[in-house]
């Protein structure tokens, strides 16, 4: 869409758009080498100037600390979810006494200094018996950093103390910021961990993709579950999973396996479960693979229902941004016409409030999840 560019405008630039009769649209981050070649960050007249940074970062804090109230529930959150708070390209996670930054822009990068300072500044010091200010990690996916032309040097990625304990709604977990998947726990599932508890009382529990097993922990530690089975293909995560058990004093299985395989033996077994949980990982990156993702979804909920019993539950979840709510309603509907299975969805929903979602950009509600009664 973009008809060209002034000669001096460099990667990283702050840019002002402008339409066909010259009026200006508003400003971004300009990278020629990306496939987002312009990251809006204001729209109409006003420049980008030092005080847009300030405002935009004290935004973003005042909604998670003073609106949402998070600290109370909880201390860890997301403090910056990139296009929902105005500043597409940055995430920052907030886990008990660190801060990660994850990037997604060269823009971004080249003004991450001033953007830790801003917010720091505007934080309230971290609590807790170990904490002494804040640590800050910068983080950002190989793939990213070779599209967008940059690098996170080793000094840059800060904190390297390893594992720190978090608390979320009474229960605590391991994370580890520096080395685990994005940037170490998935603060968006937040709010649908808890409800799932409330439907575990009694149940036999099968949390299939778990990562972490935070689903798992849940159903256990809050919900009173019977028993209860986390499944996942990273050998790092499943035994991370089972210590984030110990931690709660909870007994849960845990199984080193393909989410496919491990699905089809329990068919085979005619193993079946009261309520499952289906979190698997970005299946669909960018839209060449919307075709084969759907095809995998389309499989893992089809065995998913097989193993639900009569009047149990499944909780299914995409987090691909391509593959929006109609999409997985869509699947899930084939997936339980293949299976043979009646399903009625009694909820819709989508990541905790601390990533709000950009209008003008429906990819920012990434996270969807359908909550089945299956019969």
Not at 95 to 121: H, K, N
Not at 148 to 166: L, N, P, T, W
Not at 335 to 357: E, K, Q, T
């Amino acid at each position: 869409m973009i008809a060209g560019a002034a000669e001096n405008a460099q990667p990283g630039d702050v840019v002002a758009v402008r339409d066909r009769t010259g009026a200006i649209v508003g400003h971004g981050l300009y990278n020629p080498r990306s496939r987002i070649s312009v990251r809006m960050l204001r729209r109409g007249p006003e420049p980008i100037d030092d005080e847009f940074w300030t405002r935009a970062l004290e935004a973003a804090v005042h909604l998670r600390t003073k609106t949402l109230r998070l600290d109370e529930s909880t201390d860890a959150y997301r403090l910056v979810h990139a296009e929902g708070d105005g500043l597409s390209g940055l995430i920052v996670e907030r886990y008990a006494d660190r801060l990660v930054f994850e990037l997604f822009s060269l823009g971004m990068f080249q003004r991450i200094d001033l953007i830790r300072d801003r917010l720091l500044t505007r934080l309230p010091p971290p609590t807790g018996p170990h904490a002494h200010g804040w640590r800050t990690i910068v983080r950002a996916d190989d793939r990213v950093e070779r599209l967008e032309g940059f690098r996170v040097a080793d000094a840059m990625r800060g904190d390297d103390g390893g594992r720190i304990i978090i608390r979320e709604n009474g229960v605590r977990f391991r994370v580890d910021p520096s080395a685990g998947h994005k940037t170490g726990f998935f603060c968006d599932q937040r709010d649908n961990r808890l409800r799932l508890a409330g439907y575990c009382r009694d149940a036999d529990v099968l949390d299939v993709c778990c990562y972490t097993g935070a689903f798992g922990v849940y159903a256990k530690a809050l919900g009173g579950a019977r028993e209860v089975t986390c499944v996942d293909l990273d050998e790092q995560a499943v035994s991370l999973a089972r210590e984030n058990a110990h931690l709660n004093q909870a007994r849960v299985q845990t199984v080193h396996a393909d989410a496919y395989p491990y699905l089809r033996q329990m068919i085979t077994n005619a193993r079946q479960f009261d309520v499952v949980v289906l979190d698997p990982p970005k299946l669909i990156a960018d839209r060449s693979e919307l075709r084969e993702g759907r095809q995998r979804y389309l499989d893992l909920n089809k065995m998913a229902l097989a193993v639900v019993r009569r009047g149990g539950i499944l909780l299914t979840c995409s987090c691909s941004g391509l593959f929006g709510e109609h999409d997985l309603i869509d699947v899930v509907r084939q997936a339980a016409r293949i299976a043979g299975r009646s399903i009625a969805i009694f909820n819709l929903s989508g990541a905790a409030p601390d990533h709000p979602v950009a209008p003008e950009c429906p990819e920012s509600r990434y996270l969807n999840a359908l909550w089945l009664r299956v019969l």
